[in-house]
Nanobody, 130 residues
Framework: EVQLVESGGGLVQAGGSLRLSCAAS?????????IGWFRQAPGKEREGVSC????????NYADSVKGRFTMSSDNDNNMVFLQMNNLKPEDTAVYYC??????????????????????WGQGTQVTVSS
């Protein structure tokens, strides 16, 4: 069974940084899958933030975070990370990690997210104060 556990959220002032982590169990990095970060603010629809392929070869970022957020992976420890710099109040949301076997990280995965067969973590709250 695939399980994803996010951590690293918190309260930060605008311009600050946070690093989110997602621990993936039930997956190995020899599997073929895409894993991404998605976020949802109160009253808003879910938004894709970034994704990375299991090989680490493909990465994609939403325009709203390009140049500020960097996604990386630690294959040895089945972890992915989201380094968030120059945070803005509009980045405030619950951030979720989501993986989908047999998928490739690309623009469409970031835009539409995983299929009905995908796996989601419980989320971690990020709050950016102005």
């Amino acid at each position: 069974e695939v399980q994803l556990v996010e951590s690293g959220g918190g309260l930060v002032q605008a311009g600050g940084s946070l690093r989110l982590s997602c621990a993936a169990s039930g997956l190995t990095f020899v599997d073929d899958y895409a894993i991404g970060w998605f976020r949802q603010a109160p009253g808003k629809e879910r938004e894709g933030v970034s994704c990375i392929s299991s090989s680490g070869g493909n990465r994609n970022y939403a325009d709203s975070v390009k140049g500020r957020f960097t996604m990386s992976s630690d294959n040895d420890n089945n972890m992915v990370f989201l380094q968030m710099n120059n945070l803005k109040p509009e980045d405030t949301a619950v951030y979720y990690c989501a993986a989908d076997l047999g998928r490739t990280c690309n623009y469409y995965y970031t835009l539409f997210g995983p299929s009905e067969h995908g796996h989601w973590g419980q989320g971690t709250q990020v709050t950016v104060s102005s």
